[in-house]
Structures are given as C-alpha cells and as structure tokens.
C-alpha cells in the first residue's frame, strides 16, 4: 500500500489536487501506480524524493480505500481521494463534531466557541474546526483547555500552517494528540477556493455541525451547506437580531437548522451521554494518565535500553511517583517490562 500512496502522492502533485482528474485515472488504470507509470509527462515529479520529503515532516498519507480512512468522511459525496495529516488520527469510533463560525468573531463569540469546545471535550467528544482565526482558533483552544483532542483540518498544503500566527496553536492540538488534516501535498499553492472545498471535510468527518457568529458572508455558511448534503445535523447558537454576525446563523434557524443555547441541548439531540462532573473528572484525569505514558513510552523505545524509574523521571521531568503509576498500567498492558536494568519496551 506505501507504493501505491507514493505514485498517489505524485500525482497528486502533478495534477494539482484535480479531484475529477485523479479519479478518472484510478478508474481507468484501476491503480495509480499503472496510472503514473502510463503517464507520458516529462514534468512528473520525482516519485521517491516526494515521499520522503512527507517523511522527514512526519506526514502521513491515507488513501480513500484504507480501512483506517474515517469512515464518515467515506461517506460523503466527493470525498477526498486522499487525506494527509500530522499527528494522530482519531479512532473511527470516537465521536467528533465540528464548530465553525467567522474569523471576524466577537469576544462574545470566542467565548462562547471556547466554552461548547470544552465541555465537548470534557464529554470525550473530538472537536473539529479549520484553524482560522476567530471561532475556529476560540473551538481548538476550548478543548486543548481540558486536554482534549482536536483535529484542525487546513484549507492548505499539509507542511504549513496558515495563518502562521496560529502555529504555536497548531504544536498544541498535535502536542495533545490530536491531528492536523489536508487534502493537499507539500508545496501546493494556497487558493481562496481551497478553504470553501476543505469546508466539506470538517463537516464529513463530524457527526454534527455547530455555527457560531455566522455572517451572510461567512464560509461556515459553505460548511453548513455540505453538512446539509452529508445528513450531518446542524446546530446553530443565536445572538442579537441587530448584529450583522448573526444574520446568516439566523437564515439557517429559519430554514431548518436547529437552535441550542447549551452543550446539554446538543448532546440531548443527538442521544448522547452527559457526564456528570465527576465523570468528567476522572476523564481528565486518564487524559493526563494516557498523555504520560505516550512520553515514557517515546523515551523507553528512544532510548534503546533499560531505564530506572529515576531516569525515567529525570528524562521526562515527571515525579517518580507519576511515573511509577504510568509504568505499572503499560506493564498490566503488555507493552512494557520490568528487567534488572530497569524497564524497557516488550
């Protein structure tokens, strides 16, 4: 399968992410290996030399026919022939909903995006937005607040992060394992059109749509359109009626949309669990737990070696007792083992 996500790959660059063009080839070749290699273009890119550059970036490719493809994002009419992404994906069965919303919010807007992220995420839910500025930046942050997942999906090429005040965002959401998706290579040019065409992966990948200050000029208008075609359902927060960043949010109301005020009026709708606070504590708590063990476990196959708890410790700068309680549940989990030397990956 590496093979065929390389020739993928290229001609993904060679014929600029045409979606039409790409599958036309698939069909015809029934691979995009028989496809690039019947190809006559002196100007396809270097099959090898592509690749690694997404390696060296630790950029992953999938491809749509991959059982590991978001099965929601399958779905959907046109969906992406091929996904890259940064960081780790989430399970298929792990539920994600999308706020989106202008890049031109209120203070308002941003707190309120901030506040449904996080209790989202307080209820293991994956929030979805498209890193602009804004709600988007206001919806990725309310769940890394808790230390919840993320996916932030890009309207441009997968090795950079527009705009690029939003990097050290972006380093947060991969930090708390979530993931930054694209459907276009390195080096791809950024088109204004790109932004309207990922809109339909943040709503194909999610369950539900949230809008959040949506003016009538808004590209989450855009995403509440595809999610209209993907049968997502779509939940849209009101303002006031005098406030121009309301008036397309209101225009979806009227036409069918449904109105929530709270995170207990979404999760109600959809037939969901509501944690309750102690619920939600003690899944914080695991977040945390699941996070330490990823970096013990980084610094165990890194290492080469057995490691003491000490070392352990004064590696990833945690407490011995924290360390101890992430080393006894890997244990219990198979994946780690105690030897004389100290502790090393099974």
């Known amino acids: 399968m590496d093979e065929e996500k ?3 790959n290229a001609l993904n660059i060679a014929l600029k992410t045409k979606y039409a063009d790409l599958a036309k080839l698939k069909i015809d070749y029934g691979s995009y290996k028989a496809a690039f290699e019947s190809t006559k273009n002196a100007s396809l890119p270097d099959i090898d030399k592509e ?3 997404l390696q060296k970036q630790n950029i992953g490719l999938l491809l749509l026919d991959e059982s590991d493809f978001p099965t929601l994002l399958k779905e959907i009419p046109w969906p992406p022939l091929g996904i890259y992404f940064k960081g780790e994906l989430p399970k298929n069965e792990e539920i994600k909903i999308a706020i989106v919303g202008t890049r031109k919010a209120t203070s308002i807007g941003r707190e309120i995006a901030e506040s449904f992220s996080q209790k989202l995420a307080e209820n293991n839910i994956v929030v979805v937005s498209g890193l602009a500025m804004g709600i988007d930046s206001a919806s990725h942050a309310g769940a890394l607040k808790v230390k919840g997942k993320t996916i932030a999906v890009l309207g441009n090429e997968i090795g950079s992060v527009y ?19 694209s459907e276009y290579p390195l080096g791809f040019p950024t ?16 369950k539900a749509v949230v809008i959040i200050e949506a003016p009538i000029s ?12 993907q049968n997502r359902e779509i939940f849209v927060v009101p303002g006031p009626i005098n406030n121009k960043n309301y008036e397309g949010s209101f225009n979806l109301i009227r036409e069918g949309a449904r109105l929530v005020t709270s995170v207990k009026d979404i999760l109600e709708d959809l037939n969901l669990e509501i944690k309750t606070e102690e619920q939600k504590h003690k899944s914080i708590l695991q977040n945390i737990n699941d996070q330490n063990q990823n970096i013990i476990l980084k610094t165990l196959e890194e290492a080469g070696e057995p490691l003491t708890i000490d070392k352990i410790s004064q590696i990833v700068k945690l407490e011995p007792q924290i360390v101890n309680q992430a080393i006894s549940f890997l244990i219990i989990e198979e994946i780690v083992k105690e030897t004389e030397k100290g502790y090393t990956i099974k």
Do not use: H, M, V
């Open 51 to 53: 690749w690694e550059k």
């Open 6 to 8: 390389k020739y993928f």
């Open 218 to 229: 808004s590209g989450s208008l855009n995403t509440a359109r595809y999610a209209l075609e």
């Open 163 to 181: 705009p690029r005040r939003n990097q050290k965002l972006a380093q947060q959401i991969l930090k708390n394992n979530g993931c930054l998706i």
């Open 191 to 206: 088109y204004r059109d790109n932004f309207l065409a990922r809109n339909r992966i943040i709503s194909g990948l999610s």
